[in-house]
């Protein structure tokens, strides 16, 4: 209870805005990964779900039976999960994993607007768009404003202290 009252009371609230946000967002993306990779008929079921509810056609492409394509699209989602994970641990020492973090979720982004723009009739396209932007821009704001507020509070005030796990 008391690393609880700690962590609420920490002199800096950005990074433990920082530390909530990106809890949330490496578990949206771990967990799915495990899905993509084992699961693909789920997120495919999703993906027509949120079509039809925005009126859009049905999707009829096999994304699920894609073993290339899912496996990969698992990895990438996991190594955003990994990247937010390691910004968490010790977001001093690996801030600069907000530039790849960034890129490689504002490019999926970027693609799946692209793909809306090339099939309006998967609306789907345009709201995983929307959301990708959103998430990016979470990076930027939430990690940008707390790795600016840090540089000049002391790691040990800090909680979760920066650099709890022994590896680098």
């Avoid at 609306?123 to 990690?143: E, K, M, P, Y």
């Amino acid at each position: 209870m008391d690393a609880l009252i700690a962590f609420w009371r920490q002199p800096s609230s950005t990074y433990r805005n920082f530390q909530l946000v990106f809890t949330i967002l490496t578990l949206n993306f771990v967990i799915p990964a495990f899905s993509y990779a084992i699961a693909p008929h789920i997120v495919a079921e999703q993906f027509n779900s949120i079509n039809n509810l925005l009126g859009g056609q049905q999707y009829t492409f096999p994304e699920e039976m894609s073993r290339l394509w899912r496996y990969l699209g698992a990895a990438n989602v996991m190594t955003l999960g990994l990247m937010c994970f390691m910004l968490q641990i010790n977001l001093r020492k690996f801030k600069v994993i907000l530039f790849p973090l960034v890129f490689l979720k504002g490019y999926n982004a970027l693609l799946f607007l692209l793909g809306f723009f090339a099939a309006p009739e998967y609306r789907s396209l345009l709201a995983v768009a929307l959301f990708d932007f959103l998430t990016t821009a979470a990076f930027i704001f939430f990690a940008g404003r707390a790795i600016k507020e840090i540089e000049t509070i002391s790691d040990q005030v800090l909680v979760p202290k920066p650099g709890i796990l022994p590896w680098p």
